[in-house]
């Protein structure tokens, strides 16, 4: 099968809390609101890639339960193929709970993971990787061993078959120990995680990472002040967009696919910072991971079609 990209990674069930002003260990809360809804940052990406008309399947682990089989109906709903996910006996689907703050939008999770820590990459999955232009991978699957050196290894056998590599970090995956000896060719992080590899989070200190790190790009999402980025030596900054924030949540996989979109279809970096800034802002303005735009309603924020 030839995809256009695969997304590697984790989905889940989002159980979401949304209460006003913050949250501590000992204090408590009314939600003032409830909400229960599909995630997975890895899952997030790739839907918002399929409703952009791209080719895209999802690659991972899920429990061979009842959640687990809901969620491949969503991705499968969503056009997202599925041919190659891991059912796994005996684990369960992975569901996360995040807590929203009604007033900032901004949010914290607390995962629990099971089946997706049980992936186990073979030569099909190889060979379904080496049919995409694009891996795209999520951190979360370089957290611990064995998972780390599994997915170390898909992507080191997917580069060698000329199959370009997104890698999207996590504070837990922000190590520049882990990225050594990685081909990759698109490097996506947050302020917090460029902090953690030891640079600023502007356009120099991501031309800085890139040089170092041997990637062929490094995009910083900045939140409220757009993205950062160096591009084979050339760098940019491109203001967010202003919109009335609701939830923040999947503002970043959102973010992720409007790179990954403008590198299939060739856009110039500043319309691709744009492009992904429009799908991260889009993101915010309601509540969930999956407020996702289609192309109209990009065409609508950007004023040109993608």
Partial sequence: MSLSVVSLGGVAEDVYLYIRGGFTLGS?????????GFGGSAANTAVALSRLGVSVGFLGAVGDDELGHRLLNNLRGEGVDISAVQVLRGRRST????????????????GVRDASLGFKPDGETVEYVAGAEILHVSGYMLHGEPLRGRTR????EASRRGVRLSLDLTPESADKRLLRGLDIDILLCNEDEMRRLGYQPSPEGALKAERELGCRGVIVKLGQRGCASSLL?????????????????????????GILYGILKGLETDRMLELANALGAYACMAPGARHLPGLEELEAMLGWRP
């Fill in 28 to 36: 408590s809360r009314i939600a003032v609101r409830h909400l229960i």
């Fill in 95 to 110: 569901r996360i709970y995040v807590i929203v703050d009604v007033e900032s939008g901004e949010r914290g999770m607390i």
């Fill in 153 to 156: 290894w898909l992507m080191e």
């Fill in 233 to 257: 030596g050339e760098t940019h900054h491109k203001p967010a967009f202003k919109v009335e924030v609701v939830d923040t949540t999947g503002a970043g996989d959102a973010f992720n696919a």
